[in-house]
């Protein structure tokens, strides 16, 4: 009986380190950040998309107003934050503790070369984005409106890529606005 359960025991230990060497090589090229980006992304989906299904479901409420209002107010709070600490470097933005985000580094994000286009702020730009989608969306521009959705994943895909590789921070904020996008985007497929 011993004999038998030798090879079995012997097997089990071979998967067992392939798994661990597999996991160490994916590791090494994957980016630190990657991980916090995918469970902060994820959390947002789950989070606003059950409560666009719960708003759609049982009102009439649109869910589609919350969460293009929803991406504008956090687009806001972005460009307000980053026009903040531009004007004084002493200023601290206070941590959001987001979805457990243990890498909350806004600051980091913000103060980097890559949170503004030409001198204004990647929030009040996305915050005019959002002005023009509520308008595409309140006179049923239906191709406007998802043409801006689009542009806005995008965007958000890019600067998530900037974030987690470039920069090697994350801002829950910015994360948020992301998985927003994407749940703007289902809802004007559907």
């Known amino acids: 009986m011993n004999s038998a359960a030798n090879p079995v025991k012997g097997r089990e230990l071979e998967r067992q380190l392939l798994q661990v060497r597999v996991q160490r090589a994916l590791l090494r090229y994957l980016p630190e950040q990657l991980p916090d980006y995918l469970k902060m992304l994820i959390g947002t989906l789950i989070v606003f998309g059950a409560a666009s299904f719960l708003l759609q479901r049982f009102t ?33 933005i206070p941590k959001c503790g987001c979805a457990g985000a243990v890498n909350d580094r806004t600051e980091v994000v913000l103060r980097s070369a890559h949170s503004d286009f030409l001198g204004v702020p990647n929030g009040a730009l996305a915050a005019l984005l959002y002005v023009a989608l509520l308008v595409a969306v309140r006179f049923d521009f239906q191709n406007a409106a998802l043409a801006l959705a689009v542009a806005a994943v995008v965007a958000s895909a890019y600067l998530g890529y900037v974030m987690v590789v470039r920069i090697g921070a994350l801002c829950p904020t910015c994360v948020t606005i992301a998985g927003l996008n994407l749940l703007i985007v289902w809802q004007l497929l559907g």
């Open 60 to 92: 009439s409420f649109n869910p589609l107003w919350m969460l293009v209002g929803l991406a504008l107010v956090y687009s806001l709070r972005s460009a307000y934050y980053k026009v903040r600490i531009t004007a004084d470097r002493g200023y601290a």
